[in-house]
């Protein structure tokens, strides 16, 4: 920016053009695009943990429900009496209808002890699952 002042030298009038060298106040375009940058990593980030985080919380709470299932299952088929040729297969009815159950009997070194082996599962092939195994005696 350029000024001008007069100024008096010796009793004469002198004009006196001056440049300014102070900077404007603002942002560069540089300055701008570096901080949009920063911002759109940063937000991507964030979705990206937030979509971890309901991915995990999705898998606990299938597991924990399996476990829980399983649990009740074990109970049900203890009451019901296990035997070593004890076999069984189900579902858990409307109130869970993404889990499937299916039991086994199988024969250990000791005699007349048997493991009982249930198995829920659950996803569209079944491929996730949880096994509890009750060592018996008959």
């Given at each position: 920016?350029?000024?001008?002042?007069?100024?008096?030298?010796?009793?004469?009038?002198?004009?006196?053009?001056?440049?300014?060298?102070?900077?404007?106040?603002?942002?560069?375009?540089?300055?701008?695009?570096?901080?949009?940058?920063?911002?759109?990593?940063?937000?991507?980030?964030?979705?990206?943990?937030?979509?971890?985080?309901?991915?995990?919380?999705?898998?606990?709470?299938?597991?924990?429900?399996?476990?829980?299932?399983?649990?009740?299952?074990?109970?049900?088929?203890?009451?019901?009496?296990?035997?070593?040729?004890?076999?069984?297969?189900?579902?858990?009815?409307?109130?869970?209808?993404?889990?499937?159950?299916?039991?086994?009997?199988?024969?250990?070194?000791?005699?007349?002890?048997?493991?009982?082996?249930?198995?829920?599962?659950?996803?569209?092939k079944r491929n996730h699952s949880?096994?509890?195994?009750?060592?018996?005696?008959?």
């Amino acid at each position: 920016m350029l000024t001008t002042e007069t100024k008096s030298i010796s009793n004469y009038p002198v004009t006196i053009m001056m440049h300014s060298t102070t900077k404007e106040n603002g942002f560069t375009i540089v300055e701008v695009l570096v901080a949009l940058v920063l911002l759109s990593i940063s937000v991507l980030m964030t979705l990206m943990l937030t979509t971890q985080n309901q991915d995990a919380l999705s898998k606990i709470y299938f597991q924990e429900t399996a476990t829980i299932l399983a649990q009740k299952k074990l109970f049900e088929l203890e009451q019901q009496g296990v035997t070593a040729t004890t076999t069984a297969a189900g579902d858990f009815g409307e109130h869970h209808p993404d889990f499937s159950w299916k039991a086994n009997v199988y024969s250990t070194v000791r005699p007349s002890t048997n493991r009982l082996q249930l198995k829920v599962m659950w996803g569209e092939k079944r491929n996730h699952s949880v096994t509890i195994e009750k060592v018996f005696t008959e």
